[in-house]
């Protein structure tokens, strides 16, 4: 099916690659996206791909995966060229792609294991009348194969009965059942725990002894040292670095991002004094039925809460919102009383939410960016509006004022949020609640899918709006990312708080043994 | 190959503009496409048929879609909201009933008429809001239920005969009112030659175009439409706007009504079946009209304003009545493929 060419001479001594690439490029309306891009992806390796937002990784992705049919340059599939015309293709020549998108995996409305045999129910050959045993034996067969202990009545469940985890498993498990060549898995670990995250290596390890090539991609470098065989960093559609075990991880990451910077920040000096209290929590579950916790924030620091999903992270942050109430329990803001039914309640009081998933729960699609930074603040944000009708020139100034304060890389303020890469669209969400100075800020996994260089800059305007006295409140799976950014730290596993710790008790070790002691 | 001169990958300075020639003659044809159609049909009418240039036809073009075109600017609004309102016909139909009963049956003045129409469609509008927001029926279903019981109970409301001044009533009775002077001037009378209900339907453009594109309520209701979670976490009480958009959306419907009532004169129970599907047409239309891919108020005004065109073209032509349907169900589709499958590929 694939057109072939006789394959190129190889010297003996190196095998041929699973799938290769020669002078790759891709270019959108005249901006180069990929320049030339040649990389050897060798059967049962793993190789890491680095690079910031905006480096080009999402579109080498789909080219591999047959979404790009119109790029520059070749793909050899075991030394043949190879026409990656349709993401049909792309399958057919044995490359499976993972996207970083769960939602656009899954069907819902189908079971668990027409989700996972979905790809041979969606061919148009065999059988077209569905055999519900024959279904529950080749899904059982797959899941079986993987690891995955679902029991049957698992797989007759609904697949949207399942959590982010499960579904992220999911997928891999279907992509793996077809025996691919190559699976490319773009950031898999973005919406798991660190145990969740285990397993799904596992999964990848015994890929590649199965002899399966892994292109990998992922902002988490811990993965990669652990994973990966070889490392490669894009930046503005070059390879820029190409690295082989052990890895050098300053040479890495200064590859990465444009000015060199250290590879690990040092841990933020506090502010001053402990700051007063701004938010206090007296008997209130997480969950329903879960044991009561007091909490206190205070104001003038980063609160920082490490949290695995399923930990009560998102129900905290989202229960300080009145997005979701607390079942029980009583809050007091300054003092006051504070019990926001809905989330109008608690931006009225100065407590602001960035949400776990900016595209869901944050950006309205379409918008330019002054009008997704606007909108909470048409009304209480005075000049914005007057007597209802808009200002478009203030709207305008307040665009530019948060592109310029957060170093968003856009062309103005009305560029639409879908021409900004992820690390940017994080940037605008984060940076609308700026624009009235909150008294709470809660960041509910605020570094999730963006580069190490606006991860820096989220966590810099964090805490300067902590040094400006408001209380900060930043919630993550990722030590680090907390570590970096936080002058107290919080552990919380099963809706309860473990550990509470102040700058040099919080420390990484100490943080990851108060996790793994509670599991 | 690492030279500094090397321009492979442009500085933002240096970059290109984002679209080459190809994809902005593209996107000119999704922006303007349909507005060029428009004027070359009408200047195509215009120079072939003398009585199409006269003033008298252009305005009766439209005062004839100003109905259809004020219904759609309140499905437009539930659009916006990301929903849709099936029910403006029959709301329009209960207007032309109420009309009725109100001046034949009970002998009232055109204004308590008017004020008991728009009170009906504004009831209609929360019935909407209740069923789609607070049952959380969605709302293409919940509307068509309305639509079915709004129009049943109008026929209840007039024993299933249409109201005529000077009937019989069903108690052996004559009916004491009539539709006053001043009620049907609504669609009859003229302010400076131009129809009052060309002028009803001009003014209602503005103001909801003001109040959609201006106003913080309209971006809310974009908000909405877009993302709804989005809105609610940005502190949007998302159930009281929806229901506003349909509260809106039934009262414009009323408008329609009163206007239709003007035009028949009596209570035919039959009147606002047609004007749903026209309605609907029309915004669905005004979503292409100006490129933008989604409801908004000009769009909608340009879509009905370009149906009439065509319709009274045609008709002028000497088309039969009966083709009028499929004329219109052709433009419909067309805007929907500029819509949809032209704009698809530019984003793609």
Do not use: C
Not at chain 1, 189 to 215: H, Q
Not at chain 2, 69 to 88: E, F, P, Y
Not at chain 2, 118 to 146: F, H, R, S
Not at chain 2, 279 to 299: D, F, H, Y
Request: glycine fraction near 10%; proline fraction near 4%.
């Amino acid at each position: 099916m694939s057109p072939t060419e006789p394959a190129p001479a190889v010297r003996p001594s190196e095998p041929i690659p699973a799938v290769g690439l020669r002078d790759v490029s891709m270019a959108f309306g005249g901006k180069t996206v990929l320049a030339s891009v040649s990389l050897d992806i060798a059967a049962g390796s793993v190789v890491a791909l680095l690079g910031a937002n905006g480096a080009g990784k999402s579109t080498l992705i789909k080219i591999l995966s047959g979404v790009h049919t119109d790029h520059g340059g070749e793909v050899r599939v075991n030394g043949s060229l190879a026409a990656l015309q349709s993401p049909l293709a792309a399958r057919q020549l044995g490359i499976q792609t993972v996207h970083q998108r769960i939602g656009e995996g899954i069907v819902p409305g189908l079971t668990v294991a027409e989700n996972l045999v979905f790809e041979e129910l969606a061919q148009a050959r065999g059988n077209p009348f569905l055999n519900g045993r024959r279904l529950l034996a080749r899904a059982r067969e797959i899941q079986s194969a993987l690891d995955l202990n679902w029991s049957d009545s698992v797989l007759r469940r609904d697949v949207t009965e399942l959590g982010v985890s499960d579904r992220q498993l999911l997928i891999l498990a279907r992509a793996l059942a077809t025996r691919p060549r190559l699976l490319v898995l773009d950031e898999p670990t973005s919406a798991l725990s660190a145990a969740e995250a285990k397993r799904l290596f596992a999964l990848v390890e015994r890929m590649r002894d199965d002899g399966i090539a892994v292109l990998y991609v992922s902002h988490r470098l811990g993965e990669i040292d652990a994973l990966a065989d070889r490392l490669v960093v894009l930046r503005d559609g070059l390879l820029t670095e190409d690295q082989a075990r052990p890895f050098d991880w300053d040479s890495a990451l200064r590859a990465m991002l444009a000015q060199a910077q250290e590879a690990t920040a040092a841990r933020p000096q506090r502010a001053g004094d402990q700051g007063e209290i701004a938010l206090s929590l007296r008997g209130v579950p997480l969950f329903d039925g879960h044991p009561p916790q007091d909490l206190d924030i205070r104001a003038g620091e980063v609160t920082g809460v490490v949290g695995l999903l399923g930990a009560g992270k998102t129900e905290l942050a989202r229960g300080l919102f009145g997005a979701e109430p607390f079942p029980a329990g009583a809050l007091e803001l300054d003092g006051r009383p504070y019990a926001p039914r809905r989330p109008a309640d608690a931006i009225r009081s100065g407590v602001h939410l960035v949400p776990e998933d900016r595209h869901a729960d944050a950006l309205v699609p379409g918008w330019s960016l002054a009008q997704n930074i606007s909108l909470p603040f048409l009304r209480s944000l005075a000049p914005l509006s007057a007597a209802g009708l808009v200002n478009r020139s203030k709207e305008d100034a307040l665009g530019r004022a948060t592109i310029e304060r957060l170093g968003v890389v856009a062309r103005d303020e009305h560029s639409t949020v879908e021409e900004l890469s992820g690390g940017n669209q994080q940037k605008v969400v984060v940076g609308r609640w700026l624009a009235e100075r909150p008294r709470v800020l809660i960041l509910d996994e605020p570094f999730r899918g963006v580069d190490i260089g606006a991860r820096r800059d989220i966590g810099r305007r964090a805490r300067a709006l902590a040094a400006e006295g408001a209380a900060v409140l930043v919630l993550s799976a990722d030590v680090d990312e907390v570590l970096e950014v936080a002058d107290r730290v919080l552990v919380l596993t099963a809706g309860e708080i473990r550990l509470d710790a102040y700058g040099d008790d919080a420390e990484r070790d100490r943080v990851i043994q108060s996790i793994s002691a509670s599991v | 190959m690492t030279t500094t001169q090397s321009t492979e990958v442009p500085t933002k300075a240096a970059l290109p503009p984002a679209t080459s020639t190809g994809l902005r003659v593209q996107s000119a044809v999704i922006k303007y496409g349909f507005i060029f159609v428009t004027v070359t049909l009408f200047t195509y009418f215009a120079l072939s048929e003398p009585s199409f240039r006269d003033s008298a036809t252009l305005l009766d073009t439209l005062r004839y879609v100003s109905v259809a075109a004020i219904l759609g600017l309140g499905v437009t609004l539930t659009m916006a909201v990301g929903g849709m309102d099936m029910s403006v016909g029959a709301v329009a139909g209960l207007g032309v009933t109420v009309a009725a009963k109100t001046m034949v049956t009970y002998n009232q003045v055109g204004v308590v008429a008017i004020l008991a129409v728009v009170a009906a469609g504004a009831l209609a509008g929360l019935l909407n809001a209740l069923l789609i927001v607070v049952l959380k029926i969605p709302d293409m279903l919940a509307t068509l239920g309305t639509m079915f019981v709004i129009q049943g109970t109008k026929l209840i409301l007039v024993d299933g005969q249409s109201i005529t001044p000077g009937m019989t009533q069903s108690d052996g009775t004559t009916a004491p009112g009539k539709f006053t002077d001043g009620f049907l001037r609504i669609d009859r009378g003229t302010v400076l030659g131009v129809p009052v209900s060309v002028l009803i339907f001009g003014a209602l453009t503005v103001v909801a175009w003001v109040f959609l594109a201006r106003t913080r309520w309209g971006r809310v209701l974009y908000a909405i439409g877009a993302n709804p979670e989005a809105s609610r976490l940005a502190g949007i009480r998302v159930g009281a706007y929806r229901a506003l958009a349909y509260v809106l959306s039934g009262v414009l419907a009323s408008i329609g009504g009163l206007i239709l009532a003007s035009r028949i004169g009596q209570g035919d129970v039959s009147a606002g079946t047609s004007q749903l599907l026209e309605a609907v047409a029309v915004a669905l239309v005004g979503t292409s009209v100006l490129g933008r891919g989604r409801p908004n108020v000009w769009g909608t005004a340009l879509g009905a304003v370009l149906i009439g065109i065509i319709t009274t073209g045609l008709t002028i032509k000497g088309l039969p009545y009966y083709t009028q349907d499929v004329v219109e169900g052709a433009v419909l589709i067309l805007a929907l493929v500029f819509s949809f499958t032209l704009s698809k590929r530019r984003t793609a």
